[in-house]
């Protein structure tokens, strides 16, 4: 595979900056990279799309909070926190977890050195990366670079981009969904290089979160493509037709759309991952079973595609994942040998293999958010305004109780709203205050600065980083108590360095 030219204006990046992550001060050579529209994988696929009767997709999710746990509240990886109290719960597994962390550069090189034609894609949070490198296990990320950045392995290994701080979409302060987007970029290319950023062109929401306010959703998928992306994985239930059934085949790729309230449209090609039990799924490697059971191709504007069977899941929580995986995911890779019209495949290699046979991306079945036929029943999007949006969503909610704008993810059964607002109040707030102070900075007018001169300053780094910080899942996700109470000490702190 021919690396892609990095520009030779672009800087070498560094990993850490006054101890912190470099997660932003590069934003227009950031941009300049990831808009890059050159194939990533069909240059060096060594898989030929006509002979592939069906295919599968896994992706490992990887993922530690930042947490205000060391000496005197420093910030440090909830991994080190195991480390470091092994006797507390199932803290004794944290070694278990760092080598999850890293196994997959073991894996890969095995299989390929065998002659076999593995694929995986991963997707590890801005927190967990830094973490690592805070707690002195830079070994990991070492042993990381060998799948990303060599040559030799580029073709089996698709990294995912995400959140920085692993923030769930729809709670997330909308001013803020693109600087999460754009602070792992920053990290991953300091880590990795601009020519393994360039080759990102996936998306994982964390917990699978898809916003379905009309507006929220509209400035996610506008701040995806302007960071390049291309395509996201969705969790099944949590889109529908534009007619408000379930998808029709889960296995092709859908068009996701995106309607505001301004009646501005936009749309991102979306991979669906199917509805189970994620991690049982993906250690026992269902995803290729189910491939196997698929008979046919399917059809797009006639043109005939293999289904693609899409999965994701932690790559580390539970037994099945510590346990299971490892002999699962080999034997697979094993046995396509005997079958090769059923093979694994990355999420862009599959793309980019379908389209090249003359696919158009927008002749993809049109999905949108789960929900959002109800509103659109009620207003039409062409000449919809924010007031009609906002009286169709309040019918609706009083039509129907179960219909809300939290938006959908693999965890549907509780709310990322509802009983926490001592966290969603303060992340608010403290959102509130970065933007009071720094936005009006990146004002076009005389003697005013540009927006990196800014953005690479330690003081906004630092009030970016906490800002980010809070709005980390696992601060609602593990419930009241002493994740709450991280979150309360990170609110002070971020406020008293916005000052």
């Not at 560094?14 to 529209?37: F, H, K, R, Y």
């Not at 069906?54 to 205000?68: D, E, K, N, R």
């Not at 509130?432 to 005389?446: S, V």
Request: aromatic share 10%; hydrophobic share 35%.
């Amino acid at each position: 595979m021919t690396p892609t030219a990095a520009p030779i204006h672009l800087p070498v990046l560094d990993e850490l900056i006054d101890g912190l992550p470099n997660i932003s001060g590069w934003e227009d050579a950031l941009e300049s990279v990831t808009n890059q529209q050159t194939p990533v994988f069909l240059p060096a696929t060594n898989l030929k799309i006509g002979a592939v009767k069906s295919a599968f997709a896994i992706a490992l999710h990887m993922h530690q909070p930042t947490i205000p746990a060391g000496w005197n509240g420093a910030l440090i990886n909830n991994l080190q926190q195991m480390f470091e109290h092994p006797n507390d719960g199932d803290n004794h597994n944290a070694e278990v977890f760092a080598w999850c962390y890293s196994r997959m550069a073991d894996f890969i090189p095995e299989l390929v050195a065998q002659g076999h034609n593995p694929r995986v894609m991963l997707d590890y949070s801005g927190n967990l990366l830094w973490g690592l490198r805070q707690m002195g296990r830079g070994d990991i990320l070492d042993h990381l670079k060998r799948i990303t950045c060599d040559l030799t392995y580029q073709p089996y290994v698709e990294w995912l981009g995400t959140m920085w701080g692993h923030a769930v979409v729809p709670s997330t302060p909308i001013p803020d969904i693109k600087l999460h987007i754009q602070a792992w970029q920053h990290h991953f290319a300091a880590i990795f290089g601009w020519d393994a950023i360039a080759r990102v062109k996936g998306f994982s929401p964390p917990e699978m979160h898809l916003p379905n306010h009309p507006d929220t959703l509209y400035e996610f998928i506008k701040a995806l493509k302007e960071c390049g992306y291309r395509w996201m994985i969705v969790q099944e239930h949590s889109v529908e037709t534009l007619t408000g059934e379930p998808l029709g085949d889960k296995h092709l790729p859908h068009r996701l759309m995106a309607r505001n309230s301004q009646g501005e449209t936009t749309s991102l090609t979306v991979l669906i991952k199917t509805q189970g039990s994620d991690t049982k799924l993906v250690a026992q490697m269902q995803p290729y079973y189910e491939a196997k059971s698929q008979s046919s191709q399917r059809s797009i504007s006639g043109i005939s595609v293999p289904p693609l069977v899409t999965q994701i899941s932690d790559g580390e929580n539970g037994g099945v994942m510590m346990n299971e995986f490892p002999p699962a995911f080999k034997k697979v890779w094993y046995e396509m040998g005997h079958d090769p019209s059923v093979v694994g495949m990355t999420g862009t290699e599959y793309l980019e293999l379908i389209e090249a046979t003359g696919v158009n991306p927008e002749d993809y079945p049109a999905c949108q958010p789960v929900g959002q036929h109800q509103i659109w029943q009620r207003v039409s999007p062409e000449s919809a305004t924010p007031a009609t949006v906002e009286a169709a969503i309040a019918d609706a909610k009083q039509a129907n109780s179960n219909f809300h704008m939290e938006g959908s993810s693999w965890t549907s059964h509780m709310s990322w709203v509802q009983g926490y607002e001592n966290v969603l109040t303060p992340m608010n707030q403290l959102s509130a205050r970065f933007h009071e102070k720094f936005d009006p900075l990146f004002t076009n007018q005389p003697n005013h600065p540009d927006q990196t001169s800014v953005t690479r300053t330690a003081e906004y780094r630092q009030a970016l980083l906490y800002n980010l910080l809070l709005q980390t899942s696992c601060f609602r996700y593990w419930g009241q108590g002493t994740w709450t109470d991280h979150a309360r000490s990170l609110f002070e702190k971020g406020m008293e360095t916005i000052g």
